[in-house]
């Protein structure tokens, strides 16, 4: 298990959706080799839902739901985090539907 | 188009949060955006009561001219507590107005007037501390508070307006009705502009705040393919129950009142721009521990 501090990876203020970028490269290594990872957002004091969708919500798009359930773990979520990261979720499995009903829409010809 | 007649744009005496008395303001203004190099009179001596958004508004357009190459002057108020609260809210300062012989002083219910041209995270951390001092609001149920409204509300701006002027940021709070006011200004493109191209269905102002509240819509989410599209939804969202909200976009007014129930209209002339106010009811945010969301959902 992989701990990571996001206070010491982007700072006390996950503002924006680059800083989550930077944290959805780092999560995505651990997770592609199988290693599990808790996030600890400890000290983080802002956070918004662009931090959340662009770290979290891409990683739906690239994993399983049951696989993230049993290999990513949050620590110190504050409510407005579970609030936020809850809406991103939910948000990624609503785009990762309509990806997934695109490409089975499509033609060989048009992939 | 070159103009030496200074051109008079007059505020209203309720210069509240109430876009339909500026309304008569907002065609004049339309009507000078072409100016450059010309003189543009702000006449506020009838101004009676100003809040968030009317101080928000005189300070974009004034902002806008100035940065437009035009001399800009100002008719000061009348009424000598509505000019003490611009001075306190550093209406004045920001635009390098000498006041000499009155002395400003911070205020307790409200927060400096401010223009971001990014997220910012100290007048983040700045305002998170005036809600808890001044407001009686535990800190990281204020820090909570900024992260769900106040920095939603920003990012749609940076994310998506063009603002050539940024945004302006204006809040106080309100004691006696307990209840918290932000407004967040912005001459951009506006939703219609932003969301147009990508949801050609969309007709008019009120439709693009219709669908902007939505659930991920969002230009950037169907130009990169990527999960984007919940910042104003998550506001919305979290508001019901806990205050109300409006969003004035071009000709656009949508407004959820605390049950959550939406009232639309067309507004006979535009805000060239967007503009969110929010009215949070201090007592209701106290339970904000107790959201009750579970993570992944089923």
Redesign the interface.
């Given at each position: 298990m992989q701990d990571l501090k996001i206070k010491e990876i982007v700072g006390d203020k996950c503002t924006g959706y680059n800083e989550g970028k930077r944290l959805f490269t780092i999560l995505d290594s651990f997770l592609s080799k199988g290693i599990s990872v808790n996030v600890d957002m400890d000290g983080v004091v802002f956070a918004s839902s662009s931090f959340f969708n662009a770290a979290f919500g891409e990683l739906i798009l690239k994993y399983d739901i049951p696989f993230l359930r049993e290999r990513l773990k949050f620590d110190k979520l504050s409510n407005k985090d579970k609030f936020l990261l809850s809406k991103s979720i939910s948000l990624a499995k609503k785009v990762k539907e309509e990806s997934t009903s695109d490409f089975s829409k499509a033609t060989p010809a048009s992939i | 188009m070159i103009i030496h007649t200074p051109i008079f744009l007059k505020f209203p005496s309720q210069s509240g949060n109430d876009i339909f008395h500026y309304i008569s303001l907002l065609s004049e203004f339309n009507e000078t955006l072409n100016i450059t190099n010309g003189n543009i009179l702000f006449d506020c001596e009838d101004i009676q009561f100003i809040r968030p958004f009317g101080i928000n508004l005189l300070s974009a357009m004034i902002f806008y001219h100035l940065q437009h190459g035009n001399k800009v002057l100002i008719k000061g108020t009348k009424d000598s507590s509505v000019h003490k609260y611009l001075l306190d809210q550093g209406f004045f300062q920001e635009f390098n107005i000498e006041q000499e012989h009155v002395t400003s002083m911070p205020r307790s219910t409200s927060v400096a007037l401010r223009r971001l041209e990014g997220?910012d995270?100290t007048y983040?951390?700045n305002i998170?501390n005036w809600l808890n001092f001044n407001g009686d609001i535990p800190l990281?149920v204020a820090?909570?508070l900024?992260?769900?409204s106040l920095?939603?509300a920003i990012?749609n701006v940076f994310?998506h307006s063009q603002s050539s002027i940024g945004c302006y940021i204006s809040a106080q709070a309100y004691h006696k009705q307990n209840q918290l006011s932000l407004s967040i200004l912005d001459f951009g493109i506006g939703l219609l502009n932003s969301l147009k191209p990508f949801y050609p269905d969309i007709e008019d102002d009120v439709e693009a705040i219709n669908k902007a509240v939505l659930?991920?819509v969002s230009s950037k989410?169907k130009l990169e393919?990527?999960?984007?599209?919940?910042?104003l939804?998550?506001i919305s969202?979290?508001l019901k129950n806990r205050g109300s909200m409006g969003i004035i976009s071009y000709k656009g007014y949508w407004f959820q009142n605390h049950e959550g129930t939406i009232n639309t209209r067309m507004l006979s002339c535009p805000l060239k721009g967007t503009c969110v106010n929010l009215y949070i009811d201090k007592q209701s945010i106290l339970d904000?521990?107790?959201?009750g969301?579970?993570?992944?959902?089923e």
């Open positions: - | 997220v995270g983040l951390d998170a990281r820090q909570d900024v992260s769900i920095l939603e990012n994310d659930e991920g989410r393919k990527r999960v984007r599209g919940v910042g939804t998550n969202g979290f904000i521990s107790d959201m969301e579970e993570v992944w959902g």
